[in-house]
């Protein structure tokens, strides 16, 4: 049964992937994209090009100098940097006015100190059982502080205006980096098995959280909280009861929602026959139709659809902006790019050796794989429109920084494994060779 | 540069941003199959890292006609499930294990185990009912006998009246007088 393990075998199972193709294929797409928009309407414009220049030396920055400093996964940063060029690309194309994307280019900017801020912080506090009540309590005054000093934008009174002079300078939704405390605190939650006490009592702090969403009318990121936490607590526990209940309480609870809310049952009423009210309420569904539709296979070209037809073409539809523009192919890899993030996602999760890290990386990418399938399946009239955004694309800081932090605990906790991995090679290397089953 | 020409290009580049956004998708895939790939082979390992000991199966009274899993050994996670399926973190194929037998957690020193439903294991226990183990304590699954190894053991924490402390991680915690009074 007991084999000896080749060390040269050991040694390369232990590299990671550094795919130098993969990168400039990617900084060749932005450079090309964006000298293509330079040229837009028949006019130069020097914005492009300043982002032809400045895209490739900001993502070899982070794809080259990153991975210098902890061993972090190459491939899971490359992807998301090309889902951010995507954004930068198609916000450029579209766009009413040049700010959008610079001020887009700024969120990533800022989503990348965040995304070294959540590698560091993974990687310093080993232990965060000491740091879960106060999460909770923040994550709680943050959802409920839209009640007290925010504001209603597009239906939802779930954002915080920031305002100088008489007009808004800043808008922020709570909700956002609410998602990825949420996540470290059910994990922390659900971490130890054995107390079923303190899982249940993370299922009841996110089901707070849920009832303060329903109240603010933010319903995609209700859906997301109480999908991730339900799908969270039956990856921790195995609790097949708690879970099914969990499940039938929220079935029933939207069933509730429908005959109690009056916006529930306009969200559903559109998504079944949009054309019961063309001109105001089913408009942006129809809308975002037709352009998935006038984009085929291929799409219209950079810069030659009509995106902006649709009302928050920057936002909540812009995957189907980017049908429009690059066609349903791009736009598939785009879902496919996505899959792979979640993938690697829960493949570090698996490699990772402590439950905490397991949870949280798979807290996080089931959060953003169901983001995903949420706006796309609204979108393209799979499933009700929810008010949630693509990760990494759609044009909002709150988003894309929140998102860059969660992607910062992903890395930290590839780079913690990795170090792992090394130990292990060192051990075997000192013992010379080890035996395996 | 003119509409037409822009045009034509824009019509061009679109070909190209598909085969972009292809290469960088297959890419990505196929290093995600290496990556699990070599997962799989790291986690066949015993190293110290990550794992905290080993189980050695000391003996072995399965079906008849399987070949005697004597002698092998596996290594234990720090938190995980034992089992025969294959989401197992610690996988014994053998008759008498479940596919999810044993939770298995590893904390103060000891291996604490929760048996999945009611499959059965036998081990040493705690006033409360709990199934422990420490270094050199037996595990036995039906027919299967395991022993454990523990890679740095170490004696679990015990207050004054000689009972084991949960949640005592150091020393520091454990001479703290209003923790165990």
């Known amino acids: 049964m007991a084999r000896a393990v080749d060390l040269e075998k050991m040694r390369r199972a232990t590299l990671r992937p550094h795919d130098r193709f993969m990168e400039w294929v990617l900084i060749l797409f932005q450079i090309s994209a964006m000298l293509l928009l330079a040229f837009k309407d028949g006019e130069f414009n020097p914005q492009p090009l300043m982002f032809a220049l400045a895209m490739p030396l900001v993502t070899l920055l982070v794809i080259r100098g990153v991975p210098a400093i902890w061993p972090v996964d190459r491939v899971l940063l490359t992807l998301v940097m090309f889902l951010c060029s995507v954004s930068v690309v198609t916000l450029s194309a579209i766009a009413r006015s040049t700010t959008t994307p610079m001020t887009q280019a700024i969120y990533i900017c800022l989503g990348l100190v965040a995304m070294l801020a959540g590698i560091v912080f993974i990687r310093k506090f080993r232990s965060w059982r000491k740091w879960m009540i106060p999460l909770m309590l923040v994550s709680l005054v943050m959802v409920a502080l839209p009640f007290v000093i925010g504001g209603e934008l597009n239906g939802a009174k779930n954002w915080i205006f920031i305002r100088a002079g008489g007009r808004t300078i800043l808008s922020v939704q709570p909700s956002e980096p609410v998602k990825v405390m949420l996540v470290i605190a059910l994990a922390s939650c659900f971490e130890d098995r054995q107390n079923r006490l303190k899982s249940i009592c993370g299922v009841a702090f996110a089901a707070i959280l849920c009832v303060v969403l329903l109240a603010e009318k933010d319903l995609g990121a209700l859906v997301l909280y109480f999908l991730t936490t339900m799908l969270l607590y039956w990856v921790a526990t195995n609790d097949w009861m708690i879970t099914t209940i969990g499940f039938v309480g929220g079935s029933a609870g939207a069933v509730a929602a429908y005959y109690m809310f009056d916006y529930v049952r306009t969200r559903i009423a559109i998504w079944r026959n949009p054309w019961i009210d063309p001109e105001v309420s089913g408009y942006q569904l129809i809308q975002a139709t037709i352009a998935i539709g006038s984009g085929g296979w291929t799409g219209m070209g950079l810069g030659l659809g009509f995106p902006r037809d649709i009302p928050l073409y920057n936002s909540d539809f812009i995957y189907a902006a980017i049908c429009e523009e690059f066609g349903l192919m791009f736009a598939l890899m785009l879902l496919g790019i996505y899959a792979v993030i979640v993938m690697r996602g829960i493949s570090i999760g698996m490699n990772s050796k402590k439950r905490f890290y397991a949870l949280v990386t798979f807290g996080i990418v089931v959060m953003m794989g169901l983001q995903t399938l949420l706006i796309v399946g609204g979108n393209i009239r799979l499933i009700p429109l929810t008010g949630v955004v693509l990760p990494f694309v759609a044009e909002g800081g709150s988003s894309m920084i929140s998102y860059m932090g969660a992607l910062g605990l992903l890395l930290g906790i590839s780079s913690i494994n990795a170090e792992a991995a090394d130990k292990d090679l060192q051990k075997a290397q000192l013992q010379g060779g080890v035996k395996g089953k | ?181």
Not at chain 2, 94 to 112: A, K, P, Y
């Open chain 2, 1 to 181: 540069m003119s509409s037409e020409t822009y045009e034509l290009l824009a019509l061009t580049a679109r070909y190209w941003f598909i085969i972009a956004a292809g290469l960088i998708l297959v890419r990505s895939w196929w290093a995600g199959v290496r990556d699990n790939r070599n997962a799989q082979y790291r986690r066949s390992w015993r190293g110290g890292s990550g794992y905290i000991g080993e189980m050695v199966v000391t003996g072995d009274h399965g079906k008849r006609g399987k070949s005697s899993l004597k002698g092998a050994r596996f290594p234990v996670p720090q938190g995980g499930m034992l089992g025969s399926g294959k989401m197992a973190d610690m996988r014994i194929r053998h008759s008498d294990v479940r596919g999810r037998h044993v939770w298995m957690e590893f904390s103060d020193g000891m291996l604490r185990l929760t048996p999945v439903g009611k499959h059965k294991i036998s081990s040493p226990r705690l006033p409360d009912g709990t199934y422990v183990m420490k270094n050199g304590d037996r595990l036995i699954i039906g027919g299967l006998q395991m022993a454990l190894t523990l890679y740095e053991p170490q004696e679990p924490l015990q207050n004054k009246r000689g009972r084991m402390v949960r949640g005592a991680k150091t020393e520091q915690d454990f001479d703290d007088e209003d923790f165990w009074e």
